[in-house]
């Protein structure tokens, strides 16, 4: 019996002996919300009662903000939440929903076509933000939301206010981040009434803006309307200001953006500090002119740097030089080295000295590098996935797919489009289907010469394969390739060396390979498997 | 189904469920119900307890898949769950002084529809491997899990989870292959 043969009649024997209870569990499932919160308005002779009497007190005009106190369906209150999607709900003072509004385009789609008239509060918050996530609206990258309580009972608001950061708090608690929350009051007003409709955002958000704008000058209501409430939050979180009774709990991620360091880098790059240089640099994150920007201070060779770097792009928006007035510059060196330009925009600059390549790859191109690493032509990929990531600061593409039945994982750089780590092992699931295509695909050469070359495109100095480094490693070795188990190979950067690292398992050894990018064994090490 | 029609299944079936379809559910768990109950009984060692867990699990996914983000690990997803019931309630036991068997005992009435190999390996088999090489080879065979997916999971590094898996498929290799000799 082969491996193969072991992991089925394992599962076959567990898909038999496994009890069957669902039934059970249907039981003990709430009905979903979404298809239970129809509520037969129409049908109800008594509600509708109501709102003909409302419409009928609104016809009159009635000067009565809040129209009839007593009456249990008016609405009381208003919440509001934003994130990209505005929405509105507004409630009556038993916290049943009685309309639900979307405030701009992505609000409708996170609405679809959801009823929640009716349904109470925690109902239409979770299934609200269920859809936010679903929808991508609320992700590692950006995993800020803007509660808005408006009531004004300011007791009851308060408790709704704490109680909604409490529940969106557990919602927002996924595998892979957690939420950040801003949580305030608005009262309504005609003036920011007519901002926030004028801007398709709610009141909260319209608050939210007005307040950062009046502590801090640099900011214009155009410049921050356009932001998320994300990069909002980032702006709270970086010092820039401080909203009033504003509650506050979580991290705003800044994954969406390259990082202080990649900002760093950047900078350094820029301004041809040599690598290695080790600077204090004051870093910052702020906003200008609606988009989110890195701030860079450095004094380096007697003149200070200022840099405003595109948080997601890289691109250097503006740069200053000027003379460090507390150290005297060594003058023979300055002017030829950087390209000193005042105060100007890094435009005049670019071509003289030598700018980080400061746009991003698109997905199609990150694939390409990764299919011709591989050595592999696109219509034989299966199971591909593209993902934008960041690690470490540093925006990167994660590629994974399979052909061949070698499933591969790569990590590219996503502005230089380096290959920063790869990994290939086999794929599980091919083989199960045909481990003849497997062995085959494992043992056969697929290497050329003429793929490794298209290697050197991707920015990686690879001159040889991981499959030859592979190759090298077991020839080495003295075991053939079938007899090898577990082998694996990745890149990897130790001492800033580029090489491949392949272990693999044979007789009741165990391998562990260092081979240079050229094919030399670097270091060969093999110790007993037990 | 290849595992990529398999992830693609499970992940529409959970952002069915939050949609409230209830065809959807089921097809999940017919799915995914043998890998949830064989990674519990692999955590308690206990079927009754493994049985307990297998329908919390479910009623946790229903509850919870709203919030599930689509990112090509459903059944990672879902075995999470599975393991911090388990742990909890392990801890739960604890208070009441009864111990988790230290051996694996698994009482599985004589079944017709078992065929002699399958016999084997749920009396003898899982019974010579060590609990983690058992819980490994469960997590790949029934769950479908990946290796860096088991490692991830049981938080074990994945030369360790590779080294175990490959041991315990020597083992019952030898197992099954001496039996079917006789």
Same mark, same amino acid.
């Given at each position: 019996?082969?491996?193969?043969?072991?992991?089925?009649?394992?599962?076959?024997?567990?898909?038999?002996?496994?009890?069957?209870?669902?039934?059970?569990?249907?039981?003990?499932?709430?009905?979903?919300?979404?298809?239970?919160?129809?509520?037969?308005?129409?049908?109800?002779?008594?509600?509708?009662?109501?709102?003909?009497?409302?419409?009928?007190?609104?016809?009159?005009?009635?000067?009565?903000?809040?129209?009839?106190?007593?009456? +249990?369906?008016?609405?009381?209150?208003?919440?509001?939440?934003?994130?990209?999607?505005?929405?509105?709900?507004?409630?009556?003072?038993?916290?049943?929903?009685?309309?639900?509004?979307?405030?701009?385009?992505?609000? $409708?789609?996170?609405?679809?076509?959801?009823?929640?008239? #009716?349904?109470?509060?925690?109902?239409?918050?979770?299934?609200?933000?269920?859809?936010?996530? $679903?929808?991508?609206?609320?992700?590692?990258?950006?995993?800020?939301?803007?509660?808005?309580?408006?009531?004004?009972?300011?007791?009851?608001?308060?408790?709704?206010?704490?109680?909604?950061?409490?529940?969106?708090?557990?919602?927002?608690?996924?595998?892979?981040?957690?939420?950040?929350?801003?949580?305030?009051?608005?009262?309504?007003? !005609?003036?920011?009434?007519?901002?926030?409709?004028?801007?398709?955002?709610?009141?909260?958000?319209?608050?939210?803006?007005?307040?950062?704008?009046?502590?801090?000058?640099?900011?214009?209501?155009?410049?921050?309307? #356009?932001?998320?409430?994300? !990069?909002?939050?980032?702006?709270?979180?970086?010092?820039?200001?401080?909203?009033?009774?504003?509650?506050?709990?979580?991290?705003?991620?800044?994954?969406?953006?390259? #990082?202080?360091?990649?900002?760093?880098?950047?900078?350094?790059?820029?301004?041809?500090?040599?690598?290695?240089?080790?600077?204090?640099?004051?870093?910052?994150?702020?906003?200008?002119?609606?988009?989110?920007?890195?701030?860079?201070?450095?004094?380096?060779?007697?003149?200070?740097?200022?840099?405003?770097?595109?948080?997601?792009?890289?691109?250097?928006?503006?740069?200053?030089?000027? $003379?460090?007035?507390?150290?005297?510059?060594?003058?023979?060196?300055?002017?030829?080295?950087?390209?000193?330009?005042?105060?100007? +925009?890094?435009?005049?600059?670019?071509?003289?000295?030598?700018?980080?390549?400061?746009?991003?790859?698109?997905?199609?191109?990150?694939?390409?590098?990764?299919?011709?690493?591989?050595?592999?032509?696109?219509?034989?990929?299966?199971?591909?996935?593209?993902?934008?990531?960041?690690?470490?600061?540093?925006?990167?593409?994660?590629?994974?797919?399979?052909?061949?039945?070698?499933?591969?994982?790569?990590?590219?750089?996503?502005?230089?489009?380096?290959?920063?780590?790869?990994?290939?092992?086999?794929?599980? !699931?091919?083989?199960?289907?045909?481990?003849?295509?497997?062995?085959?695909?494992?043992?056969?050469?697929?290497?050329?010469?003429?793929?490794?070359?298209?290697?050197?495109?991707?920015?990686?100095? =690879?001159?040889?394969?991981? !499959?030859?480094?592979?190759?090298? =490693?077991?020839?080495?070795?003295?075991?053939?390739?079938?007899? =090898?188990?577990?082998?694996?190979?990745?890149?990897?950067?130790?001492? $800033?060396?580029?090489?491949?690292?392949?272990?693999?398992?044979?007789?009741?050894?165990?391998?562990?390979?260092?081979?240079?990018?050229?094919?030399?064994?670097?270091?060969?090490?093999?110790?007993?498997?037990? | 189904?290849?595992?990529? *029609?398999?992830?693609?299944?499970?992940?529409?079936?959970?952002?069915?469920?939050?949609?409230?379809?209830? %065809?959807?559910?089921?097809?999940?768990?017919?799915?995914?119900?043998?890998?949830?109950?064989?990674?519990?009984?692999?955590?308690?060692?206990?079927?009754?307890?493994?049985? %307990?867990?297998?329908?919390?699990?479910?009623?946790?996914?229903?509850?919870?898949?709203?919030?599930?983000?689509?990112?090509?690990?459903?059944?990672?997803?879902?075995?999470?769950?599975?393991?911090?019931?388990?742990?909890?309630?392990?801890?739960?036991?604890?208070?009441?002084?009864?111990?988790?068997?230290?051996?694996? *005992?698994?009482?599985?009435?004589?079944?017709?529809?078992?065929?002699?190999?399958?016999?084997?390996?749920?009396?003898?088999?899982?019974?010579?491997?060590?609990?983690?090489?058992?819980?490994?080879?469960?997590?790949?065979?029934?769950?479908?899990?990946?290796?860096?997916?088991?490692?991830?999971?049981?938080?074990?590094?994945?030369?360790?989870?590779?080294?175990?898996?490959?041991?315990?498929?020597?083992?019952?290799?030898?197992?099954?292959?001496?039996?079917?000799?006789?």
């Amino acid at each position: 019996m082969n491996e193969k043969n072991i992991n089925q009649t394992v599962k076959t024997s567990f898909e038999k002996v496994t009890p069957d209870v669902f039934d059970q569990v249907v039981e003990h499932c709430t009905p979903r919300a979404a298809k239970t919160v129809v509520l037969p308005t129409r049908k109800n002779p008594y509600l509708r009662m109501i709102s003909v009497a409302a419409a009928f007190l609104l016809l009159l005009g009635i000067a009565f903000t809040s129209i009839g106190y007593g009456w +249990s369906n008016a609405v009381t209150t208003t919440v509001s939440l934003d994130v990209n999607p505005s929405v509105e709900i507004l409630l009556n003072r038993n916290e049943k929903v009685k309309e639900i509004h979307a405030l701009n385009e992505d609000a $409708r789609i996170i609405l679809g076509d959801m009823n929640f008239e #009716g349904s109470s509060l925690d109902v239409a918050i979770n299934a609200l933000i269920g859809s936010m996530l $679903r929808n991508g609206y609320i992700t590692e990258l950006a995993n800020s939301i803007l509660i808005s309580v408006d009531d004004n009972n300011s007791d009851r608001a308060k408790n709704l206010q704490e109680k909604l950061t409490r529940e969106i708090e557990t919602l927002l608690q996924t595998e892979t981040f957690n939420g950040a929350i801003l949580c305030q009051t608005v009262t309504k007003t !005609d003036e920011l009434s007519a901002v926030a409709k004028a801007h398709n955002i709610s009141l909260g958000k319209a608050k939210l803006i007005n307040q950062l704008v009046a502590q801090n000058t640099t900011y214009t209501f155009e410049d921050l309307v #356009g932001l998320s409430i994300n !990069d909002l939050n980032l702006l709270v979180e970086s010092g820039h200001a401080a909203p009033e009774n504003t509650q506050s709990s979580g991290t705003a991620s800044e994954k969406a953006y390259i #990082g202080f360091d990649k900002a760093k880098e950047i900078a350094f790059t820029h301004a041809a500090v040599p690598a290695g240089t080790t600077l204090n640099a004051k870093t910052d994150l702020d906003s200008e002119k609606g988009i989110i920007i890195y701030e860079v201070e450095f004094t380096y060779d007697g003149y200070e740097y200022e840099y405003d770097i595109n948080a997601t792009t890289g691109e250097i928006l503006h740069v200053e030089k000027e $003379r460090d007035d507390d150290k005297r510059p060594s003058d023979n060196q300055s002017g030829t080295q950087t390209t000193p330009n005042q105060g100007t +925009s890094s435009d005049s600059q670019s071509g003289t000295s030598n700018p980080p390549a400061a746009t991003e790859l698109t997905a199609e191109q990150v694939k390409q590098i990764a299919f011709n690493h591989a050595g592999v032509t696109a219509d034989k990929v299966y199971g591909l996935k593209v993902e934008r990531d960041r690690d470490d600061g540093v925006v990167t593409y994660d590629v994974e797919f399979k052909a061949d039945g070698v499933e591969y994982e790569y990590e590219i750089h996503a502005v230089s489009g380096k290959i920063l780590e790869y990994d290939s092992e086999r794929d599980d !699931d091919a083989a199960r289907t045909s481990s003849t295509q497997t062995v085959s695909a494992k043992t056969e050469p697929a290497v050329t010469e003429s793929k490794a070359t298209e290697t050197k495109t991707t920015g990686a100095p =690879a001159t040889i394969t991981a !499959d030859r480094a592979k190759e090298i =490693a077991l020839a080495h070795a003295g075991v053939s390739a079938a007899d =090898a188990r577990g082998l694996e190979c990745e890149t990897d950067t130790d001492d $800033r060396v580029d090489h491949y690292d392949v272990e693999f398992k044979a007789n009741g050894l165990e391998y562990d390979y260092e081979i240079s990018f050229d094919g030399t064994v670097l270091k060969s090490e093999k110790e007993r498997d037990d | 189904m290849s595992g990529h *029609d398999h992830t693609r299944t499970l992940e529409l079936s959970l952002v069915g469920i939050a949609a409230g379809q209830s %065809d959807a559910f089921e097809v999940l768990y017919q799915e995914t119900h043998a890998g949830v109950y064989a990674f519990a009984l692999s955590i308690l060692k206990n079927a009754h307890d493994a049985q %307990d867990i297998l329908h919390d699990t479910f009623l946790k996914v229903y509850d919870t898949a709203p919030t599930y983000t689509p990112m090509g690990k459903p059944m990672a997803w879902i075995l999470t769950i599975t393991r911090n019931l388990c742990y909890s309630h392990l801890r739960e036991k604890q208070k009441t002084a009864e111990i988790a068997p230290e051996e694996w *005992d698994l009482h599985i009435e004589p079944r017709e529809d078992l065929n002699r190999e399958e016999r084997i390996v749920l009396s003898e088999g899982l019974k010579t491997l060590s609990d983690q090489e058992r819980q490994i080879v469960l997590l790949h065979a029934v769950s479908d899990l990946k290796h860096r997916q088991i490692s991830e999971l049981l938080s074990l590094p994945l030369s360790t989870v590779l080294s175990k898996y490959r041991r315990a498929i020597k083992k019952l290799e030898q197992l099954l292959g001496k039996e079917t000799d006789e």
